[in-house]
Structures are given as structure tokens and as C-alpha cells.
């Protein structure tokens, strides 16, 4: 998107990433519970999703083939299953003891789509291998949504007793973001970065393709976004699995005047005075008396050089003698 240019040029224009393309077809188990199969139901009405076999979304203990989008079982007797349905597909996650207790969720990106969500009923999810996850929300401090490479997890089963992520507003469109970007198998997830920000490397990605040609070669955990606008395609073996959206910070096309308390904040001191006219801050410069003067400490250091410079001097005087 680009707008007429003014005195900010660094505005005038902002990257987005979509994905599009046919809707991903959803199979859905009846273990996934009943306010899945409704919110399924929203999605394929609007035309966001299908019925078909592309994505299971089922209770973990039945789940045969990815993708999926899996959540505990409700019988806890189902936890063993459940865990060996997940070795055998070769997701590096198990899940541990039950926890108790409200907690509240937390999206890993700092965005505020989980927002008011609660967890009452969580599994503990208990890494099992070595293989790069995503942690997509916390919730009591530890990982309660994860995603890797064709799957998506929660650890807690989609009934209100567990959880009120169904009763929630966000629900349908995370399952539809879900289903189309990271479960579909094409396209990917837009990731939002500001330039130089520190943010970590999704775990289906291995390159990032330039928007000049080429590609740069992803290894450690985390990367430094570009430092100039765009949009960046995550890769995995030359196919593309998601992007990475550069723009400035909306904050720096803001012309309002910092209030002397945001100033401060901003220079790091206790307080701040602000001027509206050259005059005002040139007197005040003027006038200001300094806290400290210099004038006693230099005439003191200034001494003490001529001191030196004497007891030098007659040094050299006397052995030339």
C-alpha cells in the first residue's frame, strides 16, 4: 500500500502478506467436542474451510496422519495413547500430568488475540527430541498451544469446564488461521517485525528469500529482521512456508509533541523542560546556573600543572649545574 509522499518518507509506504488460495478441507472427529463442529461449521458456511480429509482435528489418541490439529483426550485413561499416536507421527511433544487452577493464556507474539482467555484444565506439554517447535501461547508460564511442522497442539481439551478459548471471540478466526496458513501446507503465516528487531526463526523454515533475488541461509534459533521495508518469504527446500513483513513502527509517523513526562522517559532522566519558541530556550539557556561550576576545579588542575612544570624545571636546571 502506498500513499502520496510527504515530509516522512518512510511511510508512504507499508508491506502486508496474504495467503490465497483454495479453502483447506477439514475432517473433523466428534472428539474434538461440539463447539468445534460449530465453529467448523461458521468457517465451511463462509467459505473459509471444507469438509474433506486434508486436516484431521481430532483428540490426540486418534490421530493417524498430518496434518492435524490435535487436543487431549477427555478421558485422561486416553493419555497413553494419546502419546504414542503422537511418537508414532514423530511430533517431538508429550503430555504430562494434568494441571489444575485458572491460569491465564497468552499468545508467544505479544498480540492480544488470546486476550481474556482462561485455562482451567491444562495438560503439561513435555518436549521429547530435538526437533525446532513453535510455542504459539503460554499459559501459567509454560507452553499450552505449540505448532511444528504440519501440526498444531493445545493442551487442553475444547470444553468450556477446560478452557473458555471456545467461548471466545478469537476462536474461529485462530482455527481459520490455523487451518489455512499453518496447516494447509501452502502459503505460510505472515510474521510482522520492525527493521533490526530480534525475533525467532519458525521451525519449518531454513532460508528467507529475498526481495531482490536470492536467499540468506537460516541456522541459529533466532534472526535479525532486514533492515529495509518488505516482505520476506520464509523458505523450506526452495518452497515457500511463510513471510516475514517489514515496516517501521506506526509510532515514528506520529507528529504530536512529547509531553515533558514522555520526554524524560524517552532521554532517560528525571525530568525534562520543553520550549515552544527559540526566545524561551535561549534565555533560558542563557540563564541557567550550573550546578556545579567548573571554574574552581580548572584553576585548581591549572595549578597544580604549573606546579609540576616548576619542580620539572629546577630539576634540570640543578643537574645541568
Known amino acids: 500500500m502506498e500513499l502520496e ?28 467436542g461440539p463447539f468445534a463442529r460449530n ?23 486418534e490421530a493417524t496422519s498430518l496434518p492435524a490439529l490435535l487436543i487431549p483426550p477427555a478421558d ?23 494441571i489444575h487452577g485458572d491460569a491465564t493464556a497468552r499468545a508467544a507474539d505479544s498480540s492480544r488475540s488470546l486476550e481474556g482467555v482462561t485455562a482451567s484444565l491444562r495438560y503439561s506439554l513435555v518436549r521429547s527430541g530435538s526437533d525446532r517447535t513453535d510455542t504459539l501461547a503460554n499459559a501459567g508460564g509454560s507452553p499450552w498451544i505449540v505448532a511444528g511442522p504440519r501440526y498444531v497442539i493445545i493442551a487442553s481439551p475444547l470444553a468450556p469446564p ?20 499453518r496447516l494447509s501446507g501452502e502459503g505460510g503465516t505472515p510474521r510482522s517485525a520492525v527493521p533490526g528487531e530480534r525475533i525467532a526463526r519458525p521451525a519449518s523454515a531454513d532460508a528467507l528469500e529475498l526481495p531482490q533475488g536470492g536467499a540468506m541461509t537460516l541456522s541459529a534459533d533466532t534472526l535479525t529482521a532486514p533492515s529495509r521495508a518488505g516482505t520476506y518469504f520464509y523458505l523450506r527446500n ?37 520550549f515552544t519558541d527559540s ?30 612544570e616548576t619542580l620539572i624545571t629546577s630539576a634540570g636546571l640543578r643537574r645541568a649545574a
Do not use: Y
Not at 512456508?241 to 528525571?270: D, I, K, M, Y
Open 5 to 32: 509522499p510527504d515530509e516522512l518518507r518512510g511511510d508512504d509506504s507499508r508491506h502486508f502478506a496474504v495467503w490465497i488460495g483454495p479453502a483447506p478441507s477439514v475432517s473433523l472427529r466428534p472428539s474434538a
Open 39 to 61: 465453529a467448523l461449521d461458521a468457517l465451511v458456511q463462509s467459505g473459509r474451510a471444507s469438509v474433506g480429509n486434508e486436516i484431521l482435528f481430532a483428540s490426540a489418541d
Open 76 to 98: 485422561p485413561v486416553r493419555l497413553g495413547a494419546a502419546n504414542r499416536s503422537l511418537e508414532k507421527l514423530g511430533i517431538p511433544w508429550r503430555f504430562g500430568a494434568a
Open 162 to 181: 477446560a478452557t473458555s478459548f471456545p467461548l471466545h471471540a478469537s476462536f474461529v478466526p485462530w482455527l481459520d488461521d490455523m487451518f489455512s496458513q
Open 238 to 274: 526452495a518452497t515457500r512456508v511463510g513471510a516475514l513483513v517489514v515496516n517501521p513502527e506506526p509510532a515514528e509517523s506520529e507528529l504530536e509533541r512529547l509531553t515533558p513526562q514522555a520526554l524524560a522517559v524517552r532521554l532517560g532522566t528525571r525530568a525534562s523542560n520543553v
Open 279 to 308: 526566545v524561551a530556550f535561549t534565555a533560558s539557556v542563557l540563564t541557567a546556573a550550573p550546578q556545579r561550576p567548573l571554574v574552581a576545579p580548572l584553576l585548581v588542575f591549572a595549578a597544580a600543572v604549573l606546579l609540576v
